[in-house]
């Protein structure tokens, strides 16, 4: 479903024009850390997780993270860590989960809005997302937006 508000603010947020430092939570500023991120994948020290991936498998996942954070977690407690870490579970505790109210997010419970990709796609509509290819392409490498659009 689209909301007049959130297209207004999606594509104002694709649009900004300034430095990352300006504004953290811009495209400019999400991109700029995501390529850092990307550009240290291979650093023992850095884990670089995708959405959908957790999304899709959420138990292989916190396995494979568990493994590479070298954490030993009893086979029993798995369902237990699995469950908990849930997008249902964790949108029934988003006052206690989601971050503060500060910036765009104005509703902790909208954090946890519905737990697939694509919103962004739905709201901006083709052309929207046409503008927001070309500002990214203008601002992470194409290797990180092959991975991260997959």
Request: charged fraction near 30%.
């Amino acid at each position: 479903m689209e909301f007049f508000g959130e297209t207004i603010w999606l594509r104002a947020w694709v649009a900004w024009e300034g430095t990352p430092q300006q504004q953290l939570d811009s495209l400019p500023g999400v991109l700029h850390h995501l390529t850092d991120a990307w550009a240290r994948r291979s650093d023992p020290n850095v884990v670089l997780v995708h959405y959908d991936d957790l999304a899709d498998d959420l138990g292989s996942e916190m396995r494979r993270l568990a493994d590479r954070l070298g954490f030993d977690v009893a086979p029993g407690e798995w369902p237990m860590l699995v469950e908990a870490a849930g997008f249902a579970a964790m949108r029934d505790r988003a006052e206690e989960l989601a971050p503060g109210r500060r910036g765009v997010l104005k509703d902790r419970a909208g954090f946890f809005r519905r737990g697939t990709s694509g919103a962004g796609r739905e709201v901006l509509g083709d052309e929207g997302v046409a503008h927001y290819e070309a500002r990214a392409r203008a601002l992470a490498p194409p290797d990180l937006l092959n991975w991260l659009h997959r």
